[in-house]
Antibody
Framework: EVQLLESGGGLVQPGGSLRLSCVASGFTFSTYAMTWVRQAPGRGLEWVSTISGISDDTYYTDSVKGRFTISRDNSKNTLYLQMNSLRAEDTAVYYC??????????????WGQGALVTVSS | DIVMTQSPDSLAVSLGERATINCKSSQSLLYSSNSKNYLAWYQQKPGQPPKLLIYWASTRESGVPDRFSGSGSGTDFTLTISSLQAEDVAVYYCQQYYSTPNAFGQGTKLEI
């Protein structure tokens, strides 16, 4: 059974940093791309970033480029999202998702329960 | 960037009746080399993560009831629930994966 468990969310001041983690189990982690999707309170879904299975390709939405960094440690079956220079508009539940392919982002069959990030002073 | 627009924003359908949700992309999602439409549909219930329903515009994910079906090609797509059940109350999203950023539609809230 595929399981994805996010951690690292919390309250951070504007301009601050936070690192989200997502521990995966139930599948061969290195053979799948992994994706972060966020959802602001009461709003829709927003694709944030994807990393290929062997970390040779990364993709970001424009609003986080230069501020967020996606990475993974295949030896630990763990996906990360380092978030710097956080803004109020980054406040959201961040979902970790397993992608259906190994490289570019496609559809996501499995999702974690999400981690809440609140950016506020 | 590709923009995804769903209609309607909300929809009320009686139990056992058909529900139809539309999704329009700002450019074609049909990839000529493989004749596939790069579109997925998700269902999200309150307090839960999204659940994949459909990919390649019309391929039902394993375990998804056959009352859910996807259709369309190019820029116009439809999710149809043939006979609405109480457990289908949710917000439904389309998403394109033709090119990054992999944009979602704004969502359609389905009620009874």
């Amino acid at each position: 059974e595929v399981q994805l468990l996010e951690s690292g969310g919390g309250l951070v001041q504007p301009g601050g940093s936070l690192r989200l983690s997502c521990v995966a189990s139930g599948f061969t982690f290195s053979t799948y791309a992994m994706t972060w999707v966020r959802q602001a309170p009461g709003r829709g879904l927003e694709w944030v970033s994807t990393i290929s299975g062997i970390s040779d390709d990364t993709y970001y939405t424009d609003s986080v480029k230069g501020r967020f960094t996606i990475s993974r440690d295949n030896s630990k079956n763990t996906l990360y999202l380092q978030m710097n220079s956080l803004r109020a508009e980054d406040t959201a539940v961040y979902y970790c998702a397993q992608d259906s392919g190994a490289n570019r982002p496609l559809w996501a069959p499995y999702w974690g329960q999400g981690a809440l990030v609140t950016v506020s002073s | 960037d590709i923009v995804m627009t769903q209609s309607p924003d909300s929809l009320a359908v009686s139990l056992g009746e058909r529900a139809t949700i539309n999704c329009k992309s700002s450019q074609s999602l049909l990839y000529s080399s493989n004749s596939k439409n790069y579109l997925a549909w998700y269902q999200q219930k309150p307090g839960q993560p999204p659940k994949l329903l459909i990919y390649w515009a019309s391929t039902r994910e394993s375990g998804v009831p056959d009352r859910f079906s996807g259709s369309g090609s190019g820029t116009d797509f439809t999710l149809t629930i043939s006979s609405l059940q109480a457990e289908d109350v949710a917000v439904y999203y389309c998403q394109q994966y033709y090119s990054t950023p992999n944009a979602f539609g704004q969502g359609t809230k389905l009620e009874i």
